[in-house]
């Protein structure tokens, strides 16, 4: 037989890396059980359509999933998709706001050879049916606390808001789609070997026409008074499919649907002018980063403010000045890049990033519409954010976070097999007191158990033979300086309850 | 497989039928591994010109899901159905990545009626339009759903359902079961039969048939690695030899020196080194003002084929006799180098036995 694999990109995590990490998760999980986050759990595998509704979230594409009977099934990607499922499920008519935390491993389909987990633990917290600063800011409070009660405290908290954007694309008139395929531009722009003229180009693609329908669409356009209509188009459509010999559009479309589709196209076509404003517009704010009283500043220059912009923009001074104020952050560590464009199909308000060490230690912001997207009656206002557990474990280690070793204290030694029921029973009794480790089989060799009690970090060890057996009681040698005492159960016990020195 | 590997052997899949099946007979046979079948009704056979080798018959999926669970060491699949069941290739190992046969694409087609869509960039709106205006998902008509997924996702196309199809693909849209397709095509008639079009990005691969390796057969079996490394080298050799012919003509001339020079002027007959001269003894003895015969030998590339042998020609060359070349065997095959960095092997240990 072959040695079994393990398969790529997931680990094993062995006793010491699972004790450091379930101590790093155990203080944040206390740090948001302190803010009244109820610990919630979800399943590991969900229908693949719910993560799909966050569409356009790069994660997608890394989805696992598999098919069982005709259902495409996936393992969890992050929580937000299934706290928004069971929220829908069983929560919509319950007071709001709740408050729920998660932990547990997710899963993403990353390449080999980058070295990339495939699976990995996230803890975090969704706050559901909270609006304002105030639930921005504990988000943001709370996800600085959790790391800081680690010991890492030298952190970057960025911040965007994808809300602003939103609204200020709202100024330059463009269609849904075009707005929507503007805002998921935004990291492009972002990114040095893309910029502006990538976005340009991949526009351009978007509104192509193919010689065929260009000049369909124009020569209705000349017959008509202004522009071509739909029922034109689709005419003439059918005209041209019967005589190229093109076939039909199949099932799914009509020649009306193509025809329509015509139309919007070569309009979004005219609307180079406009979106050349709203990328010079876009380009600009991708540009802003900085402190966050100079950036509020700039973009009170350059946002073409309106009522609902101006309460935004109030908003988010508003949680900067909490975070600062109330929560006693210090204003020195934050960053504003109302570029950050985290997640676009999905925040709609601000989002966040904290950093350390060049790491992303956790991220996530606010999405109103999400929750009503997958299925809830009613607007549900949301904000959550996540911590990468394997990250956050390194900056611990970096920060001097050491897990308490959590060898047992004492360990039992039966020296005949006629010593057995005696052994386990002194051992049933010491655990009511501490943790008992039982060292199997009797030996009438202890010093092999003393070699192992000293490799497992046991202080204490308790011998039983034949004449503790008999006398009822117990020989207990100090694992370091071998010195035996023979004493009774109860002894022993009640030693433990003295103060030690 | 314990025992096999005990006696050294190495098992080599091949395709059992469909488009792969006869090209991979001639394409071995052309190499110089006639594959012998005893009897055509048996899925096993041998090459005698690779005694260690067991040759097994079997459909190229099924190649690639054993090479993957090392049932089998090698085998020779398409690149198509590589990439589609061995998604990362963890496992396997591409050992020469285009035998240069069985060529073919992976493609994302619609109906030619879509006159609106040209580009992937198409299929995202529409597939919007689909959510939005009919309360249903694109569907998309497939074999190949792990590549189709993944290339849709992407472009962006996130709302799509696929519909698993084995046959006939390419009729879906018509036949009213799917809106679009994405599927194998070599020349594209059978698109254009069907009323589909290709997308100008929607290549999502080129496809040949290549010959592929279970990793951990080729890292730990000695004997694997080996055999992998002789078909490597006779393949390589075998494909650069269908670059070139040798091209021999019979030329007058005063000294060998001046004839080499002659035949040398000419970059394209300039051979791989130069071109070998060599006295003819004719039958009809004695040197004429021209000088005496030789015959020059060069090598050429394939495509310059006439214009060397007009260059021959030009300078007083005749009976020009040109034969294919077999082989071309390199100081070492690239292929095998190649290998060698795939597995990380030290130099030295990578050496044959």
Redesign the interface.
């Given at each position: 037989m072959?040695a079994p694999l393990r398969?790529?990109g997931v680990y094993d995590r062995t006793p010491a890396e699972a004790a450091e990490a379930a101590a790093v998760s155990s203080v944040l999980i206390a740090a948001m059980s302190r803010y009244g986050y109820q610990s919630v759990e979800t399943p590991v595998i969900e229908y693949a359509d719910l993560f799909?509704t966050k569409?356009?979230d790069e994660a997608?594409?890394r989805l696992f999933?598999f098919e069982m009977y005709g259902r495409q099934l996936c393992l969890r990607s992050e929580f937000t998709a299934s706290a928004a499922r069971l929220y829908v499920e069983r929560f919509q008519h319950e007071p709001k706001p709740l408050r729920w935390q998660f932990a547990g491993p997710v899963f993403r389909y990353e390449?080999?050879g980058k070295g990339h987990s495939r699976q990995f633990t996230m803890l975090g917290t969704e706050l559901i049916g909270a609006t304002g600063a105030a639930a921005d800011a504990e988000t943001v409070g709370l996800a600085a606390d959790g790391l800081s009660a680690l010991g890492i405290r030298e952190t970057t908290i960025y911040m965007g808001h994808l809300g602003l954007l939103n609204r200020a694309l709202d100024h330059f008139d463009l269609d849904r789609?075009t707005k929507r395929f503007l805002l998921?531009q935004v990291e492009n722009l972002r990114r040095p070997e893309r910029g502006r003229a990538y976005v340009e180009k991949?526009f351009e693609?978007?509104v192509?026409?193919?010689a065929?329908?260009e000049s369909?669409v124009a020569e209705r356009a000349m017959l008509g008074e202004n522009e071509a209509s739909a029922e034109d188009i689709a005419h003439a459509?059918e005209l041209?499919?019967r005589s190229a010999n093109?076939?039909?559009?199949?099932?799914?479309?009509t020649?009306e649907?193509?025809a329509q589709?015509?139309l919007t196209?070569s309009r979004r076509a005219n609307q180079q002018v406009t979106i050349h404003r709203a990328l010079d517009f876009l380009h600009s704010v991708v540009g802003i980063e900085g402190a966050p009283q100079a950036v509020f500043h700039e973009l009170d220059a350059l946002f073409p403010m309106d009522a609902a912009m101006r309460s935004l923009l109030d908003e988010w001074r508003e949680t900067v000045t909490l975070l600062t104020e109330g929560y006693g952050l210090d204003a020195a560590r934050f960053v504003l890049q109302p570029g950050l464009a985290r997640g676009v199909n999905y925040y709609t308000g601000f989002v966040f990033e904290i950093h350390s060490g060049g790491e992303q230690l956790c991220g996530g912001g606010r999405y109103d519409d999400f929750i009503r997207v997958v299925g809830a009656a009613q607007d549900t206002p949301a904000v959550g954010f996540m911590y990468g557990l394997e990250r956050v474990l390194d900056e611990a280690r970096r920060a001097g976070f050491r897990a308490a070793p959590n060898a047992p204290q004492v360990l039992v030694v039966p020296i005949d097999s006629a010593d057995s029921i005696y052994a386990v029973q002194v051992a049933a009794r010491l655990r009511t007191a501490c943790a008992v480790e039982l060292y199997p089989p009797p030996t009438r060799n202890p010093t092999q158990a003393y070699t192992y009690a000293a490799r497992r970090g046991i202080t204490q060890i308790v011998v039983i033979g034949e004449r503790e057996r008999t006398a009822q009681t117990i020989t207990v040698r100090d694992a370091r300086s071998g010195a035996q005492t023979m004493l009774t159960l109860e002894a022993l016990l009640a030693s433990w309850k003295e103060p030690r020195p | 497989m314990n025992m096999l590997s005990a006696d050294r052997r190495v098992t080599l899949a091949l395709p059992s039928k469909g488009a792969l099946q006869e090209p991979t007979m001639d394409f071995l046979r052309s190499c110089d591994l006639k594959v012998l079948q005893t009897n055509p009704r048996q899925y096993t056979a041998t090459i005698p010109t690779l005694p260690q080798v067991d040759v097994l018959f079997q459909r190229v999926t099924d190649i690639v899901y054993k090479l993957v669970d090392g049932a089998i060491d090698l085998g020779i699949t398409g690149l198509d159905v590589v990439y589609e069941q061995a998604g990362?290739l963890?496992d396997l190992i591409i050992v020469h990545e285009n035998l240069r046969y069985g060529g073919c694409q992976l493609v994302v087609a619609v109906?030619?009626?879509?006159?609106?869509a040209?580009?992937m960039?198409?299929v995202v709106?529409?597939s919007?339009?689909?959510r939005e205006?009919?309360r249903r998902n694109?569907?998309v008509a497939t074999k190949f759903m792990n590549q189709a997924?993944?290339f849709l996702?992407?472009h962006?196309v996130?709302?799509f359902t696929l519909i698993e199809s084995d046959g006939a693909i390419e009729a879906a849209?018509?036949l009213?079961y799917?809106?679009?397709i994405v599927d194998l095509s070599a020349t594209g008639t059978t698109l254009r039969e069907?009323?589909l079009k290709v997308l100008n990005d929607g290549i999502i691969l080129e496809s040949n048939a290549c010959l592929v390796a279970n990793a951990?057969a080729l890292r730990?079996r000695p004997e694997v690695l080996e055999t992998a490394r002789t078909l490597l080298e006779i393949i390589d050799a075998t494909l650069n030899g269908r670059n070139y012919y040798q091209l021999t003509a019979n030329i007058r001339g005063h000294s060998p020196e001046a004839i080499a020079h002659a035949v040398a002027s000419n970059p394209i007959t300039s051979g791989l080194q130069g071109p070998t001269v060599a006295p003819i003894y004719a039958s009809t003895t004695g040197e004429s003002d021209d000088g005496q015969w030789y015959s020059a030998t060069i090598i050429c590339h394939s495509k310059h084929l006439l214009a060397a042998v007009a260059h021959l020609r030009s300078i007083g060359g005749t009976q020009t006799t040109v034969i294919p070349v077999r082989y071309v065997f390199l100081p070492e095959s690239p292929g095998s180098q190649r290998l060698t960095e795939l597995l990380g092997i030290p130099a030295k240990a990578a050496e044959r036995p």
């Open positions: 072959p398969p790529p799909l569409s356009g997608i594409n999933t390449s080999p789609r998921s991949r693609q978007m192509a026409l193919s065929n329908a369909l459509l041209l499919l093109l076939g039909t559009t199949g099932s799914g479309r020649n649907d193509v589709r015509l196209k | 990362d963890e109906p030619e009626a879509w006159i609106d040209d580009a960039a198409d709106d529409i919007l339009d689909f205006n009919k694109l569907r997924r993944q996702h992407q962006g996130h709302h849209p018509t009213g799917a809106d679009m069907n009323g951990r730990e």
